[in-house]
């Protein structure tokens, strides 16, 4: 398994080696010096979207990084495979993929058609979206990942129908929503659309039972079918039991399974997450993501999840990557386990921004 405190004192090696103090290193990163000596000492990891950049200031490749040593070229691939193996498994374990299997070709639910968004301003021009075309079946889970700034989360607004494309189309299950009206948007929103946020989104007057049936009660479905819904689909995420409770007397994935009940319960035709393991740790992260999983499995439903999270995005049937407004590549999971499609994210994440270090390919344990 990694060994965190080897790995904090080869960053920390390396980090005096340059002769960087912890602020200057948090600095160049535009993180907190008190995530650096976590770091440092052992008491946690860098967050995945800070290993590349991590890697070119301490001039150190990904596997150098991951072992918490520096690794002779002539070893370098033998040791490749087994670092990466190491770390893969102890973030995700040894789940394997399930093809999914369909009958004849699936519905698309969205489809984007050369959608893009610029923003005028009276002494500037950003084209925050550009040319942006892709299409999600139902029944998929798809990830959008890219830098700050790239441009994924102004397109997740447009798909939501929060903002309107400057050029484009957008069409959810056969609606053409790009040209809404402002006044008919929220009414389109909670007919069609489910949202799962980062910071859960939910009323905290509301116990749990209230949060989730809400959303029913504003869909109009009959008051004797809430309840049954609401407990059924509760016990299927592990909640039932706390469905009294306030969402302050609960933990952070239990809100956020909770988020997810609201958005499923309605049966939108699609659901926007919108960086929704972001304020969780690792492992209840990877609850939250079984969830979402089996939220695709077992009630069919279609996910479009932005994320810059690599251990977030090997959840997914298909990943999308942009940078500059742009969808610059994209990347299906086919029949990969998680282990091998996380290391193939990695390589494409690489290969996006023009890095010089080794990372191996994909390997099947």
Known sequence: MMNQIKIGAFISERRRAKGWTQSQLAEKLEITNKA??????????????????????????????????????????EKADEVLMDVITNWLGHDKWEL???????????????????????????????????????????????????????????????????DGTIWVSGQNIADIPDEAAAEFRRRHLGFVFQ????????????????????????????????????????????????PYE???????RCACARAIVVNPDIILADEPTGALDSHTARQLLDTLAMLCREYGAT????????????????????????????????QENKQAFFAEILKKIEWMEGESHVVPEAVNP
């Open 250 to 256: 609960v933990s952070g994935g239990q809100r956020q």
């Open 100 to 166: 999914k299997e369909y009958d004849k070709a699936p519905q698309n639910v969205l489809e984007v058609e050369n959608v893009s968004k610029r923003y005028e301003t009276e002494n500037s021009s950003v084209l925050a979206v550009n040319d942006v075309s892709f299409q999600i079946p139902r029944g998929s889970f798809v990830g959008i990942m890219g830098a700050s700034g790239s441009g994924k989360t102004t397109l997740l607004n447009l798909i939501a129908a929060v903002d309107q494309p400057t």
């Open 303 to 334: 996910i479009l999840m932005v994320t810059h999270d690599v251990m977030a995005a090997s959840y997914c049937d298909r990943i999308l990557f942009m940078k500059d407004g742009e969808i610059k590549a994209a990347l299906n999971r086919e």
């Open 199 to 246: 910071e859960y989104n939910l009323i905290e007057n509301l116990t749990l039972y209230e949060n989730i049936a809400l959303a029913l009660t504003i869909k109009e479905v009959p008051k004797e079918s809430i309840r049954p819904m609401v407990q059924s689909l509760s016990e299927k995420l592990d909640i039932s039991a706390i469905l009294d409770k306030f």
């Open 36 to 77: 650096v000596s976590k770091w440092e000492t052992g008491r946690s990891m860098p967050d995945l979207s800070l290993f590349m950049p991590l890697c070119t200031l301490l001039d150190v490749t990904l596997n150098e990084l991951f072992a918490g040593e520096c690794i002779a070229q002539e070893k370098l691939k």
